[in-house]
């Protein structure tokens, strides 16, 4: 079996973490992470401006097979979910102009994925890539670990699928399962 590059994204709208792995066979190694610091930017639109050449020139960098995207919480904050909407659309968008495979997952299938349950803290997750892919340390900011959850959750799911759902992922498979958080 050929090397397969797979790309995590974490969507933010202050940071957006990524990560990239290598799998070979069932081999899997850590080639990358860290994250996209926008705080700097004063409007909506030059963050979605920087979100976009950002991920346009990692994934150019790494030309991974897939890039998968952590799906937005749906939360009771509706510009809050239009903001989080908007940067993960346009990380879809950067990403598919060099890559024809795109994944959704929901957050608590990357937990479950990773740390063996939906609620794992952000330090529960990434403690366990650390012992997954044998990292010497954990980074400063954990937006980084979060897209490379993001990252091994997809290599998880096509190797091993949930037994939950032959799907995925995505807001259908999101929704269906999570009936009380759609409003």
Same mark, same amino acid.
């Given at each position: 079996?050929?090397?397969?590059?797979?790309?995590?994204?974490? &969507?933010?709208?202050?940071?957006?973490?990524?990560?990239?792995?290598?799998? @070979?066979?069932?081999?899997?190694?850590?080639?990358?992470?860290?994250?996209?610091? /926008?705080?700097?930017?004063?409007? !909506?639109?030059?963050?979605?401006?920087?979100?976009?050449?950002?991920?346009?020139?990692? $994934?150019?960098?790494?030309? !991974?097979? =897939?890039?998968?995207?952590?799906?937005? *919480?749906?939360?009771?904050? $509706?510009?809050?979910?239009?903001?989080?909407?908007?940067?993960?659309?346009?990380?879809?968008?950067?990403?598919?102009?060099? @890559?024809?495979?795109?994944?959704?997952?929901? !957050?608590?299938?990357?937990?479950?994925?990773?740390?063996?349950?939906?609620?794992?803290?952000? /330090?529960? $997750?990434?403690?366990?890539?650390?012992?997954? /892919?044998?990292?010497?340390? /954990?980074?400063?900011?954990?937006?980084?670990?979060?897209?490379? =959850?993001?990252?091994?959750?997809?290599?998880?799911?096509?190797?091993? &699928? *949930?037994?939950?759902?032959?799907?995925?992922?995505?807001?259908?498979? *999101?929704?269906?399962?999570? !009936?009380?958080? $759609?409003?």
């Amino acid at each position: 079996m050929a090397d397969r590059i797979i790309m995590g994204i974490d &969507p933010g709208t202050n940071k957006m973490g990524y990560g990239v792995i290598r799998v @070979c066979g069932r081999k899997v190694s850590f080639v990358t992470m860290g994250y996209i610091d /926008l705080s700097r930017f004063k409007t !909506p639109y030059l963050k979605l401006g920087h979100i976009y050449q950002r991920v346009s020139s990692l $994934v150019a960098e790494y030309k !991974p097979d =897939a890039v998968a995207l952590e799906a937005p *919480f749906f939360g009771e904050n $509706v510009q809050s979910m239009l903001k989080l909407g908007r940067a993960q659309g346009v990380a879809i968008a950067a990403a598919s102009a060099y @890559c024809s495979e795109i994944f959704e997952y929901a !957050p608590t299938k990357v937990k479950i994925a990773v740390a063996g349950t939906g609620g794992a803290t952000k /330090l529960q $997750v990434a403690e366990m890539l650390r012992h997954i /892919l044998s990292l010497k340390e /954990l980074p400063s900011n954990l937006d980084s670990t979060d897209g490379l =959850a993001v990252a091994l959750c997809h290599h998880l799911q096509e190797t091993a &699928p *949930f037994p939950a759902s032959g799907s995925k992922g995505g807001w259908k498979d *999101f929704i269906a399962k999570n !009936p009380e958080r $759609v409003k």
